[in-house]
């Protein structure tokens, strides 16, 4: 009841911070996305295979980094604001998607990439009409659980100035207002579910249609 | 025209093919065979680039591959491989057109050109709009097959491609193979370890160990004078039998020693043919041309006995297979006919035998 009464007193608070707290997702989102299947392009069009190894290493590490660790390096390395809590979201959302691109693209049968040059595909051919195709789902996967971690993480974000539904959290916290603290949680969360549902659809609409169909 | 000459290709150090020299002529199907390691599939990738060699060089109608930009040397070549390699986010039509776009034909010439090759390898137009998963391994092979064929291409490298197909498929693809080859005379190079697939499709046989050609003969040639044991062993103890593969049913039936009925004749005349033949057996034959059945005498005077579906193989039918119908049924000759159902003649134990250079062997009880 007292939650109910609490968002309806702090509507315009409540809404200001869903609206800053999408605007760190979409912004840091977009640029880990362009970086990271950039990365992985580039590091899977490297001949013999190592280099996309190592970054999946490096990647898959990277994953196990607690998100607060980054986001104190970020503000020790930008300071307080907008710029460092975005940084530290785009460098955290970039190891799934690199992740997920290089090892998808690494796992499309090697048969098939074998008959596209036998028939005289181009190497950019094979990558852009081969490739990024055949791995497109699995390249979803490391995008939505990017975006779902990135939700998560943008609420710690607010300790360095990020703004957002931690915000509501973090003063929440202090203030000893439990209402606060569930109100920025639950919504966080409700946006991740349904970021990650939205994600759903698309992926299930652009997949190409062979990989999915019964027989 | 592919020419070899003293092409050398190693990996690290072993060295895979070693001084290889061969030349596949125009329109001729060229199988190379041999272990696994003995050099010819990386033979047949050197031909498109896929490998470049090491040593000498490779020749086309006379340009060395070496002149020509890798790409567009394997957009001019045809290419099908084991599992087939189809794209499986693309549908049929798609794969099949593969090669048609990357040389930038304009759609309504490949919408035909598809149409042309799904005829070809006999799949049903529909199948234009089916994906890879939806396919058989039969079928699906027929796309590879079609997809390799599709800008029309002077030569055609397989690689194993029936290789993962069960035995009944492979041997309609193997039929399907020779049909169409023997309508588009292409120059094909066919990598297998399948001797029986070898002598069964191909003009000339190209035996290959760790490296080195050890024998490049016609297929006759090869089965009837291996070069070395190690050929020999290859072709395997019955190779006089595998002889039999390369022979066909249509040119060794004789239209003799039965004699022939029409199905108005009486019931006389016809216990007359059957007791005047040497085989025993008088044929049926229909105003249309087509063998209607046999009439035999099972009793030395009982009525004439109408058989309606005598054992038969088709002309185009290969005298082991002629062979394996005989035995089967437990009989010493084998009616054979045309493709429309006309009566050939009849294919005796006795000429089989003679075919494998061996003496006639006894008849049995059957």
Redesign the interface.
């Known amino acids: 009841m007292r939650l109910i009464q609490y968002l309806a007193a702090n509507a315009p608070l409540i809404l200001d911070s869903t609206v800053r707290h999408l605007e760190l997702f979409a912004e840091s989102m977009a640029v880990s996305l362009v970086l990271g299947i950039a990365l992985a392009v580039a590091v899977s069009s490297r001949p013999g295979g190592k280099a996309a190894k190592a970054v999946v290493s490096v990647a898959a590490a990277f994953q196990a980094v607690p998100s607060i660790a980054v986001v104190a390096i970020a503000f020790l390395a930008l300071g307080i604001g907008t710029k460092p809590a975005v940084a530290a979201l785009v460098v955290y959302s970039l190891a799934p998607i690199v992740f997920n691109a290089v090892s998808g693209i690494a796992a499309v ?1 090697r ?2 990439v ?9 190497q950019s ?1 094979v990558l852009l009409r ?1 490739k990024l ?2 791995a497109f789902r699995v390249i979803m996967g490391g995008v939505r659980s990017a975006a779902t971690i990135n939700i998560g993480t943008a609420t710690v974000a607010a300790v360095i100035g990020g703004g957002g539904l931690g915000d509501l959290i973090f003063s929440g916290l202090k203030l000893r207002n439990d209402e606060a603290v569930l109100a920025g949680a639950m919504i966080s969360a409700l946006l991740a579910m349904i970021i990650d549902a939205l994600l759903a659809v698309f992926e299930k609409a652009a997949s ?4 999915s ?1 019964k ?1 | 025209m592919i020419e070899f000459k003293n092409v050398v290709k190693r990996f690290g150090k072993k060295i895979a093919v070693n001084g290889l020299s061969m030349t596949m002529g125009p329109g001729t199907t060229t199988m190379l065979i041999g272990p696994s390691g003995c050099g010819k599939t990386t033979t047949l990738r050197m031909i498109n680039r896929l490998i470049d060699a090491d040593g000498g060089d490779i020749l086309i109608d006379g340009r060395s591959v070496r002149e020509l930009d890798p790409v567009d040397l394997r957009r001019s070549i045809g290419y099908a491989i084991q599992e087939t390699g189809l794209f499986p986010h693309m549908d049929v039509y798609g794969n099949i057109a593969a090669v048609p776009r990357l040389l930038g034909w304009p759609e309504k010439r490949i919408r035909a050109r598809v149409a042309e090759l799904l005829d070809l390898v006999t799949l049903d137009q529909s199948f234009g709009r089916k994906y890879p998963l939806q396919l058989s391994g039969g079928e699906a092979q027929r796309v590879g097959i079609a997809r390799a064929l599709a800008a029309d291409p002077a030569i055609l490298l397989m690689d194993e491609p029936f290789g993962a197909i069960d035995p009944i498929n492979r041997s309609r693809l193997h039929e399907l193979f020779e049909i169409i080859q023997g309508r588009i005379r292409k120059t094909i190079v066919f990598v297998t370890h399948d001797i029986n697939e070898a002598i069964k499709l191909g003009d000339r046989i190209a035996v290959l160990e760790s490296g080195s050609l050890v024998q490049y003969d016609d297929t006759q040639r090869v089965l009837d004078d291996p070069a070395n044991e190690f050929v020999e062993r290859l072709l395997g103890s019955d190779r006089k039998l595998k002889g039999l593969i390369l022979k066909r049913a249509g040119d060794h039936a004789k239209p003799d020693g039965y004699g022939v009925a029409s199905p108005e004749d009486s019931r006389e005349k016809l216990a007359r043919l059957v007791a005047a033949a040497p085989e025993g057996f008088a044929a049926v034959v229909g105003g249309d041309g087509r063998l209607k059945g046999v009439y035999t005498m099972p009793t030395a005077n009982g009525r004439p006995l109408f058989n309606a579906s005598p054992l038969a193989v088709d002309e185009s039918a290969d005298l082991l297979e002629s062979l394996s119908v005989m035995v089967s049924a437990g009989d010493s000759r084998v009616l054979v006919v045309s493709a429309d159902g006309a009566l050939r003649g009849v294919l005796r134990l006795a000429d089989i035998s003679g075919e494998i250079g061996g003496s006639p062997r006894k008849e049995g009880g059957a």
Do not use: E, F, N, S
């Open positions: 049968d048969g098939v074998a008959a596209a040059v036998g028939i005289g595909y181009r051919q081969i195709p055949l190409p249609r062979g990989l169909i027989r």
